[in-house]
Structure formats: C-alpha cells, structure tokens
C-alpha cells in the first residue's frame, strides 16, 4: 500500500517524458493488491464454510474481526485511488488547456508576422493537436482502469460489509452474543435428541429386530427338522 | 465518565499483555459489567475470540489448547467452585485469574491447591464491580434489593447478603478513584447507618493499606441515603426520554426489549441505548417528550436526504460514492429506525393508558398543595375506566404519601374504592408504603412544607406558572446536592460516621441511595455536573427503579413481612 501511494504520487508530479513506466507500476501494484485482498475474501469464506463444530463461535469470531481489517484495508485502497483519479484528471485538463492556449498564441503571434509562413505553422499545430490528442487517449485509458478497479473494490467491500458488526447496535453487545450462544446451544441439542429418538423410533429398527427374530425362528425350525428325520 | 473509563481501563489491561487467541469468561454479574463499556467488536480487535459463561463451560468437554483463558468473575463462594473444578480439568492452555474485588486468603489458597496442572500464570485484582450505566451513574442490579425495607430479625442472612453486595459496590467504586471518602449517612435509617459503618470499618481498619492513598486537600464524601425519604419519584411518570423509556418499557444494562410490544422486524426487537455510542442519544436523553419529537423528525429528513441523494446514481463516479459512504448510510439507517421505533412505541402507550390525564394529576400531587382539589381529582380518575390498574394504584399512593394526616376519612374513602376498582390491588400495600416511607419516617423535606423558606419559595413558583407541567416535578435529591453545595448539609439529618469529620465542601461526592436509584435522579445529577460548580457528583443504587419495580419491591416485601408475623 505504502508502494502504491509512492507511486501514485511519482505519476502525479509533472515530468517532461511520456510517464509510461510509472503507469505500469501503478497498474501493476494496483492489480496486486485487489488480488491479495480477492483471496483474503475466498480464504474467509472457506474459513466458515469448514461446518459447525464446538468452536464455531471462535471462527465466526475470527471470521468478523478480519473481515473488519480488510473493510478498513480496501477503503484505504479506494481512498487512494479516488484522490489519484481526481488529480490525474485535473493534469489532463490542465494539460490540455495549456496545449490549446499554447496553440492559440503561436498561432496569433505567427499570423502577426508572415502570411508566407501561414502553410507550415498550420502544419505545425496539426502536429502539435494531434499529439495532445493521443496524450488525452491515452490519459482516459489510464481512467479507465482505476476506475474498474475501484468498481472491483466495491464489490468485496459489500461482501465484507455483510460480516462485519455495526458498531453501537445489539449485535455488538458481549452478554447479547452469550444469550445467543446458549439459545442455539440448547436449539441444537433439542434436535439433536429429537432425531435420536425418532431414529430409535423409526420403521428400521422395527423392520430388522423383526427379521432377526423370524430367522432365529426358522433356524430352530430347521434344526428341528434334522433332528427329527 | 470517569467510571466508565475506569472500568474500560481496567479491561484493557486485562486483555493488552497476554498475546495470541484468547477466550474470556465471565460470571453473570460480571458479563452486565462488561457489556456497558466494552463492544464486542473491540474484543475482537484485542483477539478474544470467544466470550463464555463460567457455569455454562462446565457442561462442554472439548478442550482448546490453542486459547488462552481469562477469567474475570466476582469473587463469591459458586465461582470459587466452579474455578476448582476447572482448574483441575484444564480446557484451554493457560489461564489468567481477575477478580473484580478482594479476594479472601482462604479463596487464594483453595485456587492454589486445586492447580495442579499449574495453569494459572496470574492471579490479579481489578476492582471493577459496579455497572457503569451512565457516565455519573452506576448500579449494582442486586436482585434481593427488596430485603432494604424489612427490618434485619426476618431475615439476617438475606439482609447480610444485600449490604454486603452494597459494600462491596462502593469499595470498588472508590477504589477505582483511588480515593478514601470521608462517610456520612442519613440518620432515620438503620440499613443506611449499617452499611455506612460497615463501610467505614472496611476502609479504614480491615483495609487500612489497600485504600490508603495520596491524601487529597478535601477527601469525597460518600453519602449513604434511604430510597423511602423520597418514595415520590419512583412512582411518578417520566417525560423525559431516557427516563420515560425505563418507565415504559425498561432499560436494563442500556438494553431495551421490545419483543413485548407487538410485532417488529427482527433487528429492531431488542435494541441499544447507550450515551456512549449513540450521538444523537447523548444530545437528547435528557430532553422531554415534545422537543424529541423535533429532534427525531429532523434527522428523519436529514437521513431522507442522504437516502435521495443515494438513489440518483448515474455515473461510475457516484457509483464510488456511494459505496464510499456506505456503512456511515447503513448506521445511519439503524439509528434512525431505532429512535423511531422507541417513540412511536411509547406514544402508543401514552395514548392507550391515557398517561397525560393521569400524569398531570401526578405531579399536582407531588407538587402543588390543595387537599379538597386533590381529593376530588383523583377520585374521578378513579371512575375513569381506561385509567389502569397500576396507574391508579400510583394515584392513591401519591395522594397517601402527601395527605397522609390531613382528612384520615377521605384516605380510607380512596383505599376503598381502590380495592373494589382493582381486583389485582393486593391490599394493604398503601399501607404498607406508609409504614415503610410515611412522614415520620422521613428526613428530607420532601414536599418543601416543612420550613417557612420552603413555603415561601413554593408560594412564588406557584404565582409565577411553570413551564411545563409534566416536568415540574424535583426529585429531593436535588436539594440534597443544593445544600451540599452551600455547604450545608445539616449533621442532625445526615450525621458523620465514627469520628470522621470534614470542614467546607467536598469536591467529589458519591450518593449511594439503597433502595435503587431513578433516571430522574441521574437526569438532575447530570444536569447538575454539567453547570461545573466545582462539585463532580456520582450517583449510585443497588437497582435503577421504574414504578413497576419499586411497585415489585413493595410487594415482595411485604408478602415477606406478612408471613414472617404469621411464623412469629
């Protein structure tokens, strides 16, 4: 993150050259840190997925407190990325501006001097206008793809939002959270013995308690049979 | 605020030295101690995974190696046992003992024997044993708070048990503040003289060492009072908002149920009222019912605004926005609900127990003078049938407590028409009350008709109007702190303790009133700190009464003074 913030503000300095490699390592970085926080998000998922057992509450536990760390994390992520985006798009019409009002006095001041000239100063702000065009392509690209990442950002962060515990409502009381605890303690027992006994209970049991005792039957009868013929 | 983050701090400290997965346990007195200055999302934040309760633990065999144990329990006689038996089958790797209070040599040495596996890494002290509601106000939520109005032969052993709870309260509180007080009681009460002098002896004998601290200029003074000086305030109806809430409906542990009261979506079912963490609540708890419905409505549209703005979501940018602010719109969302749905509750009862008629009569009676006018009104209500049970029995009992002597014929016309009105009416209870909090059982000045200075100001106030009638209504305690603030409390009403003495004004006083304490009270003491007059008060009771709880008291204790002459 601290790289990152390096690099946007490397970017954001006015340079004389195209800037291109800054570009990368910002998209690279970027790209990066979406990725860790992508798989942060699938580890936690799986994290609850593991199914119920004693310590379930410690996972869910844990599962709500990291949740709450990545939330802050990719808020401070898109933070960044907003200021960045606002100033890039400030140079860019900046940048423009002062391309077309450079334009505009080169041109005054050259038809002030020679008509002759008039031929190849047109050529010269063609040359110019065509430049500052691809500048412009080029700086909306760059827009472009902070702009999905943020979008990208956005959506973990709804994930997140559904595990993480509003601050200050009953859901964030310690002797609420116990009372709960017991209640689905004592709910998962309850049905626990409720399925014991409508097993014991069941037509299997019957079924095959009444098998046994007919072939116990038969095998006597059988035997019987032997010993009397 | 200062016992607020004096029982923060101490748990802090529990928690911030011992590293890794933690589990903590607490005992059920200590869970409401640690539910109102600690948020779940906070334990987590200090890695306690898991929260249990001690009794609770015992029944589950699974043992978690990788968690280490914090215990913070009181130190009674069951959670001694409970630590015993699972200190001997250990469940989790280590353990970390904090009691809330003093513990006994003897216990010390029971808890040493029984670790034979040597788990326990340290045994601490951290006088947290108060619940730390408001940040003037604590209570002890004793649940035989009732035992305060029988006298000590019915029941030696429950009435021990109740001061010794009591005692144990304050010398947490003061431990906490790492000050020493200087004592005194009200006088025409022996529960309070007891638990003064026992309080006394704790302080300054038993534990001389523990609470010598660093003398101040003027040691605090600790006020011990009877909840029966003052019987009126308990039984009148609140207008205030956090005081209306708790009469209504009932605040325990800043928690507020509302299953009860017909059907609501589920997260609005039980809800937080904590100055605390709710900004909106701390700026209005003490308002009375009309301004808070100002205040609600304008951060309704506030919110409706946010929401509108929301929902015109049209470029990527607005997108970011608006996930941007989320959570903020989300708790925002909540808190809005929630007040919503308190106030409109609360209105729903006001209109159905038609609590504006009765409530005017109510503070007349408590307020202003006039027996025939009093008498005629309160029959009326009487006949009055959507008046309810408990709402009459509250106007009998406030005419008896006033009109206790003046027109005897008249009392008992009220008593029997309350006992044919009401079938639930347990009788006596009236009678009851007089006996307990009758005028000559008072002190206090409670109708301000005692001394010509007090008439006089009452005189005035009548000529110039109030300005609203429901709220006029003081509770004695605010005399109390008045004239401890001029510096004259007089000794032949509230007498030192032993020897103890102080010339001028305290600059800390605790009020501790047995019997329970009222958000009315709490209302005036934080009012009364918030002019900064030099004096920090701090009020605190075994209970935080509403009228259906000093109404329960009442009952219990009489159906036990009742069968204990029936033994006798």
Redo the contacts between chains.
């Keep these: 993150m601290v790289e990152l913030a390096k690099a946007h503000a490397k970017a954001l300095m006015p340079s004389f050259g195209d800037g291109k490699e800054d570009q990368l390592t910002i998209e690279g970085l970027t790209q990066e840190i979406t990725g860790l926080l992508r798989k942060s998000e699938k580890q936690l998922k799986r994290l609850a997925a593991a199914g119920p057992s004693?310590?379930s509450?410690?996972r869910k536990?844990?599962q709500?407190?990291l949740a709450?760390d990545l939330?802050n994390l990719s808020?401070e992520l898109?933070?960044k990325q907003?200021t960045y985006l606002k100033r890039l798009r400030q140079q860019k019409e900046g940048q423009d501006g002062d391309d077309l009002e450079m334009n505009l006095n080169g041109g005054r001041s050259i038809i002030d001097d020679d008509n002759l000239d008039d031929m190849v100063f047109n050529e010269h702000q063609m040359t110019k206008l065509k430049k500052s065009e691809a500048i412009t392509v080029e700086r909306e690209r760059e827009i472009q793809q902070v702009?999905e990442s943020?979008?990208e950002l956005?959506q973990i962060?709804?994930d997140l939002?559904v595990l993480?515990?509003?601050?200050?409502?009953?859901?964030?009381?310690?002797?609420?959270?116990?009372q709960n605890?017991?209640t689905t303690v004592e709910e998962g027992l309850k049905q626990l013995q409720k399925a014991d006994r409508t097993q014991k209970r069941g037509g299997m049991v019957m079924c095959a308690t009444v098998l046994v005792i007919m072939c116990a039957v038969m095998l006597v009868l059988l035997i019987l049979k032997t010993i009397l013929f | 605020m200062v016992l607020v983050s004096a029982a923060r701090e101490y748990v802090n400290r529990m928690l911030q030295d011992i590293s890794g997965m933690k589990v903590l346990i607490l005992d059920s007195q200590t869970v409401s101690i640690v539910s109102v200055v600690y948020s779940q999302s906070e334990l987590l934040q200090k890695e306690v995974f898991l929260v249990e309760l001690v009794d609770s633990i015992s029944k589950s065999k699974e043992s978690m190696s990788h968690l280490k144990a914090v215990y913070f329990l009181r130190p009674t006689l069951e959670n001694i046992q409970h630590l015993r038996r699972q200190l001997a089958n250990p469940r989790f790797g280590e353990s970390h003992l904090f009691f809330s209070n003093m513990l006994k040599d003897t216990q010390i040495h029971i808890l040493a024997d029984s670790d034979e596996q040597e788990v326990v890494q340290q045994v601490q002290e951290y006088y947290a044993d108060f619940v730390a509601i408001d940040p003037y106000h604590f209570t002890l939520n004793i649940p035989s708070n009732h035992m305060y109005m029988l006298p000590a032969v019915v029941d030696p052993p429950g009435l021990q048990q109740l001061c010794d709870r009591i005692v144990d309260g304050i010398s947490a509180v003061f431990l906490a503040l790492k000050r020493r007080p200087v004592i005194r009681y009200q006088r025409t009460s022996d529960v309070a003289k007891r638990i003064a002098q026992e309080t006394s002896k704790l302080m300054y004998q038993q534990e001389s060492g523990l609470f010598d601290f660093r003398r101040t200029e003027m040691s605090p003074l600790l006020l011990i009072v009877d909840r029966r000086d003052d019987p009126v305030t308990p039984l009148l109806n609140q207008w205030t908002y956090q005081a209306m809430v708790h009469e209504l409906v009932g605040i325990h542990d800043n928690k507020v149920d509302l299953s009860s009261t017909g059907k609501l979506p589920k997260d609005q079912q039980e809800v937080v009222l904590s100055s605390e963490q709710d900004a909106f609540f701390k700026a209005n708890m003490y308002e009375n019912f009309g301004d808070i419905g100002m205040s609600i409505k304008r951060m309704v549209d506030d919110f409706q605004q946010v929401a509108k703005s929301n929902q015109n979501i049209q470029t990527i940018e607005d997108m970011a926005k608006f996930v941007d602010s989320y959570p903020e719109y989300r708790k925002m969302h909540g808190n809005v609900s929630k007040h919503v749905t308190l106030v409109t509750e609360m209105s729903k009862i006001v209109e159905e127990r038609k609590l504006m008629l009765v409530s005017e009569r109510e503070q007349d009676l408590a307020c202003n003078g006039g027996q025939v006018a009093a008498f005629e009104a309160v029959t009326n209500l009487l006949s009055n049938e959507s008046v309810s049970d408990i709402d009459r029995l509250r106007l009998v009992m406030l005419y008896a407590l006033r009109y206790e002597k003046e027109s005897p014929v008249q009392l008992m016309q009220l008593f029997n028409k309350l006992a044919s009105r009401s079938p639930k009416y347990k009788t006596g209870l009236v009678q009851f009350l007089l006996k307990q909090a009758g005028v000559d059982k008072r002190t206090g000045d409670l109708y301000g008709n005692r001394d010509l200075l007090n008439i006089a100001r009452n005189m005035a106030r009548g000529l110039k109007g109030v300005e609203n009638v429901y709220t006029q209504h003081q509770p004695l305690l605010f005399q109390t702190m008045e004239s401890i603030i001029k510096g004259r409390l007089r000794d032949v009403d509230y007498p030192f303790v032993g020897n103890h003495f102080q010339q001028g004004r305290p600059q800390d006083v605790v009020i501790f009133v047995v019997g329970g304490t009222t958000y009315e009270e709490s209302r005036s003491v934080a009012l009364q700190n918030a002019i900064n007059s030099g004096i920090r008060f701090i009020l605190g009771g075994s209970v935080v009464l509403n009228s259906k709880r000093f109404l329960k008291d009442l009952e219990e204790a009489q159906r036990i003074a009742k069968s204990s002459t029936n033994v006798v």
């Design positions: 004693e310590d509450n410690v536990n844990v709500r407190s709450t939330q808020m898109r933070k907003s702009v943020v979008n956005a962060m709804k939002s993480v515990i509003d601050q200050g409502t009953i859901v964030d009381r310690i002797d609420y959270n116990i605890v017991a």
